[in-house]
């Protein structure tokens, strides 16, 4: 006799549900109804559901998806722990013609096959053929959806909405009007974190009181030194703060779609510039764009901000704008500062000039001796920043009320609170009014906390009160400070108080920076070696010395 033969061997099937949204997973391709056709389908024909892979929320347009990968991961794994991968749609699995085909093929390749519950077709070349046409208009249809959606957002974002995500620490968003079903957004300032930004911006530019500006490490190691933390309780790093730095969104212009997903910048014409009440004047930032600018080792050079000579790294060519360095004559007996451009590319390129170095160091330190440091002069130059300086102190204060107010209100609710609990009215046990304890305790504190910052600061400020003794005992030492034998002091001091030097025929013009002027003067000569350019304090003719 002849043995009967075996029963086909059931298949096994594994589901795979995907949506690209939670918006998406409400109406009927939600996960829940794409499961409960799948597991109908597979029973209709008889398949073993082995697995179910979930993705809830993950764009099919690229293969970096987590359960995507794992199922990969077991579909070509030997032996493989299923025979079928069931999805909704092809368009489930891939939005991507060739990543559709390479996946599949790699999946045939361990004996898996990929079926569609709503479009069914078998194996042959008509039926293949059919699959790569779908999955080109999938694709396609993807990308119209994409350009549709970024009309949208762009549009939203030129009306001044905000378009979701986190805000910019220091911002927060509010309900500002309602269209139908949809809250239109729009940014705030956040008077909790919004001081923190503008420390930032302080330290850049005007150090702590205690030292000159900061650069950005500098600034991380003072915010996580003085316990002043971000936006989530955590500490600061250096790309968060350069982040701060450089984001034109603290001076009102925020910019939407600057990066396309690839991080590469987009077009000028693809970037909308969304109206946001600033939280740092446009001056202040201008002036820290120019010092991260000059503190690049890209554009300054080490050896050339830490130079031995006194006008190295600050003195340049009027003509040409190029640095200017140091040249010698009659084998080394004579230096001489000589344009830069004119010794590498000829006269053809710049005319340029030399100037004895001995000469135009004397010229410069006297000038700023008997022009500079003299306490009426001092007083005219750093009025309007001294003017800016009382007026920053009078917000610091409003600041600092605003918080004592904010503090007060949710210690007076968390005492309603609590009444409420001691009489019986609320259940200590019920979660949201725990959470709703916590929310208000950590108002209180945070309020607290940067109410006492508030007034640190305020305090410092009154404590480097610029007074006209101060003006005179500083003037005094600095003037004595400059002619010190050796010219080490002299170098660093001249540095504080000027950091570019333009030389043309006749003139020698001198640049500073009025805030680095005014840290200077406060920390009593303390100064950053590093060059700046910042607020000019000296640009007219009759202000600047002449070379003879």
């Avoid at 010229?363 to 130059?381: D, F, G």
């Avoid at 609170?417 to 959470?435: H, Q």
């Avoid at 002027?517 to 590093?530: C, I, K, P, W």
């Amino acid at each position: 006799m002849t043995p009967p033969t075996s029963a086909k061997a059931t298949q096994r099937a594994a589901l795979y549900l995907r949506v690209s949204t939670a918006r998406q997973a409400e109406h009927d391709v939600s996960i829940p109804d794409q499961k409960r056709q799948g597991e109908a389908w597979c029973a209709a024909r008889g398949y073993e559901l082995v697995e179910t892979f979930v993705e809830p929320g993950a764009s099919a347009t690229n293969d970096r998806r987590p359960e995507f990968q794992r199922m990969i991961v077991a579909g070509t794994s030997r032996p493989a722990p299923f025979d079928v991968v069931v999805v909704h749609s092809f368009s489930r699995f891939f939005r991507d013609h060739f990543e559709l085909e390479f996946y599949v093929r790699k999946l045939a390749k361990n004996g898996v096959r990929l079926v569609s519950i709503t479009q069914e077709m078998g194996d042959d070349p008509m039926h293949v053929m059919m699959r790569q046409i779908m999955a080109l208009f999938d694709e396609y249809q993807s990308k119209e959806n994409a350009k549709h959606v970024m009309r949208a957002l762009k549009e939203n974002a030129r009306q001044g909405f905000w378009n979701g995500s986190l805000p910019p620490i220091g911002y927060r968003t509010v309900a500002a009007e309602q269209r139908g079903a949809k809250v239109k957004k729009k940014l705030e300032i956040d008077p909790l974190h919004a001081e923190t930004v503008r420390l930032i911006y302080r330290l850049a530019l005007e150090g702590d009181g205690t030292s000159g500006q900061m650069g950005v490490k500098n600034i991380v190691s003072h915010l996580n030194r003085n316990r002043i933390f971000t936006r989530d309780g955590g500490r600061w790093g250096i790309g968060q703060v350069h982040r701060i730095l450089t984001r034109r969104t603290y001076i009102g212009e925020h910019e939407f779609n600057r990066r396309a997903k690839s991080k590469a910048l987009n077009p000028e014409s693809e970037v909308v510039i969304v109206p946001v009440p600033p939280i740092i004047d446009r001056a202040t930032f201008d002036a820290v764009q120019a010092l991260l600018k000059a503190r690049n080792p890209k554009v300054m050079p080490a050896r050339v901000v830490s130079g031995p000579t006194l006008l190295t790294g600050l003195i340049h060519c009027a003509k040409c704008g190029g640095a200017m360095t140091i040249r010698t004559g009659k084998g080394g007996r004579y230096r001489y500062y000589a344009c830069s451009t004119k010794a590498r590319q000829g006269a053809t390129a710049c005319s340029g000039m030399a100037v004895p170095m001995e000469k135009l160091d004397d010229l410069v330190a006297r000038h700023l001796e008997e022009r500079l440091l003299q306490p009426e002069r001092l007083q005219t130059i750093l009025a309007a920043i001294l003017d800016r300086r009382q007026d920053r102190s009078a917000r610091q204060r409003a600041l600092a009320a605003d918080l004592a107010k904010r503090a007060a209100e949710a210690e007076l609710r968390l005492k309603r609170l609590y009444d409420a609990i001691e009489a019986g009215v609320a259940d200590l046990d019920d979660p949201a009014l725990k959470d709703r304890i916590d929310g208000l305790k950590a108002i209180r504190d945070q309020a607290r906390s940067e109410e006492a910052r508030a007034q640190a600061l305020l305090d410092q400020a009154s404590q480097t009160a610029v007074t006209p003794q101060m003006l005179n005992r500083f003037a005094a030492a600095a003037r004595d400070r400059m002619r010190l034998p050796g010219g080490g002091f002299r170098r660093d001091h001249l540095r504080a108080l000027a950091q570019r030097v333009d030389v043309a025929e006749g003139e020698v013009r001198i640049i500073g920076s009025k805030s680095r002027l005014l840290t200077t003067l406060t920390a009593q000569g303390s100064g950053n070696a590093v060059p700046i350019q910042g607020l000019k304090w000296r640009r007219g003719w009759d202000s600047n010395p002449r070379n003879p």
